[in-house]
């Protein structure tokens, strides 16, 4: 595996990643590894038919007032 240095992290962004990682468990490093690869994979697949039915059963309530009221009271 390579080695990643990234230099000039304000503290506040370290200190919220650190949050992050112990509400997940994890050291500093393996999180940060975990969202690297997460971010790689970003667009690296192409959106399938699966994927967009989930969204639209997710969201499917977002237009409904009520659930938008109980969701900001």
């Known amino acids: 595996m390579t080695d990643l240095l990234i230099r000039n ?11 992050h990682a112990e509400r997940q468990g994890l050291s500093r490093s ?22 967009l039915a989930r969204s639209a059963e997710l969201f499917a309530d977002l237009a409904d007032e009520s659930v938008m009221e109980q969701a900001w009271s």
């Open 30 to 51: 393996e999180y940060l590894r975990r969202e690297v690869s997460r971010l790689a994979e970003i667009g690296a697949r192409p959106a399938t038919r699966a994927d």
């Open 9 to 19: 992290i304000d503290e506040e962004v370290v200190r919220r990643i650190d949050a």
